[in-house]
């Protein structure tokens, strides 16, 4: 390969590379969620993370994205959330992804009964930073939210 097609591939690779790490990065997210590794959302969000989950409204920084978190999940017993249909736009340290998530929550202590499952989408805005690619917006878009919702609001009978 000559020298001018290299440099010109570059950026190509680049891009792919970044594309690779953010989808890596839903991925892990999704792992967080289903671990309940509430310590490890810093390994995907930014300190500064502003975010939208639907109810209740926009929400600012670390503490408000874990506390949104844990409100729901830590309420109910087994998760799988599986996030695909990934598409990523990389402009040099900034990028966008969108990404389907079907998530599935059991009651607990019942793995064979009450269930509550939510699909939507999320839309994030990433940024490199120093630790590497990080959220610093999330919007999830919710299409269908079905089965017990008590599964997720510990009001479990």
């Not at 209740?56 to 506390?67: D, I, P, V, W, Y």
């Not at 929550?105 to 930073?129: L, P």
Request: glycine share 10%.
């Amino acid at each position: 390969m000559k020298e001018l097609e290299v440099k010109q591939a570059l950026p190509q690779l680049q891009a792919l590379l970044d594309e690779r790490e953010i989808t890596r990065g839903l991925s892990r997210f999704a792992r967080i969620l289903d671990t309940k590794s509430w310590d490890q959302l810093g390994d995907v969000f930014a300190q500064d993370i502003s975010f939208d989950y639907g109810a209740a409204g926009e929400q600012h920084g670390m503490t408000a994205l874990r506390a949104n978190m844990t409100r729901f999940l830590d309420q109910c017993g087994g998760t799988q959330h599986l996030i695909g249909s990934v598409l990523v736009d990389v402009d040099g340290d900034h990028a966008v992804s969108s990404s389907y998530v079907q998530a599935r929550h059991q009651a607990v202590g019942d793995t064979g009964g009450k269930v509550f499952d939510s699909n939507g989408e999320y839309i994030d805005r990433w940024e490199r930073r120093p630790e590497g690619w990080r959220i610093v917006r999330r919007d999830a878009r919710w299409a269908t939210l079905t089965g017990d919702s008590s599964v997720i609001a510990g009001k479990q009978k």
